[in-house]
């Protein structure tokens, strides 16, 4: 007995060190698993708030640039004004109304909020956009977010008033991807290197792709508006080991200069996991 | 000025710098990350006991999780350098380190050559341990050699430059 407490007083430091080395080796791990930790909801409010100090210097460093993109947001909105359409003569025709619904009401499936982002870094590996939106204002993990020219990233994890997205530029993001003039579902991923520019695979050798094509999110996802843009492909390399390109696709969006987020929401998404729930139920 | 009170600001002064103008420099390269955060628990003063400077190495290691967004990463790193340190400062000075009261390791208390071998010994060894723990959750074998040399050079260089523009004086004698 008299050994033991000796062993322990002798290295006590040691397994202090132990001890908290565990401490920190396990909530890195089990923090990259889950998203979510206690520890995430406190840091996310008190580092938020310094941080939102600091974006107010830098947003006014960047004031032109946001008016430009909101102007040019502007022009492709009010295209969209009714005032600005007229409908086709349909006069000459005759069609037999068959259909028991209102076909020319439009349901809504995606509500967005605005949202300002006030902590954002593209140099690291994994890189994490912290939004001054929280579950105070509706939002849920698993929301896409979206900038004023494409995506941007999915939420990842919420507290009161603040919520953290995963950007694109995360060595552990996955989005599927398609490509606008056709076919050919492909996976975007980021390699590290350079955060201008993303990978997109598997998307088979049998279509063509040149440079400038744009890439847009999948009609198939559940979490993001089918079409968004994502990128504009850069480079085309043939994968000598498969049957697939490797592509490389600069950024719609500008990280380096994102300071507007939209948050998405799927009004259809409870509905959608209902359904998923049953099927693995059974 | 109180030499708890003089860390603290140093601390703070310290975590600015790392998250409000490194963090925000455009990457050069993906191996060339500016870490200069640790430098706080190099300069620790000679005499503060071992639970101590584990305490400290874990708490500051934990503020800068909190802005990196990597809870337990950078923790893990400072809390090996802070145990590490006591043996590596026994090791290249005669006198037992106690004996130096409120000094804290720099060129001139400690001498070029030895002051040099602990920076780049406890910088490395850092910066082993962190980019160990990022390359098990991604990366290649060179994106962990590359990325160990890469960010200790930077680290080195940015810690010579403190060093020769801010002379710390330590008046408590």
């Not at chain 1, 006590?12 to 401490?23: A, E, H, K, P």
Request: overall charge positive; glycine content about 6%; charged content about 15%.
């Amino acid at each position: 007995m008299k050994n033991v407490f000796l062993f322990l007083r002798r290295y006590s430091i040691f397994i202090l060190f132990l001890v908290m080395q565990g401490l920190a080796l396990s909530m890195l791990f089990s923090y990259n698993r889950f998203h979510q930790t206690a520890y995430g909801m406190f840091s996310n409010e008190v580092a938020g708030r310094l941080n939102k100090q600091v974006n107010r210097v830098e947003e006014f460093l960047m004031l032109t640039e946001q008016n430009q993109q909101l102007h040019k947001q502007n022009a492709v909105l009010l295209s969209y004004l009714p005032s600005g359409k007229i409908l086709a003569d349909t006069s000459f025709q005759m069609v037999a109304d068959t259909l028991l619904v209102d076909s020319l009401k439009s349901y809504r499936q995606f509500q967005y909020f605005d949202a300002k982002i006030i902590s954002n870094s593209v140099f690291l590996q994994q890189n994490i956009i912290v939004l001054h939106r929280g579950s105070a204002q509706g939002i849920l993990p698993n929301m896409a977010v979206i900038g004023t020219d494409g995506l941007i990233g999915t939420v990842i994890s919420v507290s009161k008033n603040m919520s953290l997205v995963m950007s694109l530029l995360h060595r552990q993001s996955k989005v599927i991807a398609v490509l606008k003039k056709g076919s050919g579902l492909g996976e975007i991923s980021w390699d590290g290197k350079d955060p201008r520019f993303l990978l997109l695979s598997k998307i088979p050798k049998t279509i063509e792709v040149s440079k400038g094509d744009t890439v847009v999110t999948s009609p198939y996802s559940d979490k993001f508006p089918p079409g968004l843009p994502i990128g504009y492909v850069e480079k085309v390399d043939q994968d000598q080991e498969t049957n697939t390109y490797k592509l490389k696709i600069r950024t719609a969006v500008d990280f380096y200069a994102v300071q507007h987020a939209y948050i998405v929401k799927n009004l259809l998404q409870e509905e959608m996991d209902q359904l998923k729930n049953t099927l693995i139920k059974e | 000025m109180n030499l708890i009170l003089k860390n603290i600001v140093r601390f703070i002064l310290i975590l600015f710098v790392q998250i409000f103008m490194l963090n925000k420099i455009p990457p050069l390269h993906q191996f060339v990350v500016p870490y200069f955060y640790f430098v706080f628990i190099l300069w620790l003063p000679f005499k503060i006991g071992r639970t101590a400077l584990l305490f400290v190495g874990f708490s500051v290691g934990m503020l800068t999780d909190m802005f990196f967004k990597t809870p337990g990463l950078h923790t893990a790193a400072c809390l090996l350098m802070a145990y590490v340190r006591p043996f590596l400062i026994n090791l290249l000075l005669p006198k037992e380190a106690t004996d130096w009261g409120n000094e804290e390791p720099s060129k001139k208390t400690m001498g070029l050559a030895p002051y040099t071998t602990y920076l780049i010994m406890l910088t490395l060894l850092h910066h082993f341990y962190l980019i160990l723990l990022e390359w098990m959750q991604f990366g290649s074998f060179l994106y962990f050699i590359g990325k160990l040399l890469a960010t200790t050079l930077v680290s080195l260089l940015l810690i010579s430059i403190t060093d020769l523009f801010l002379e710390r004086k330590s008046k408590l004698r």
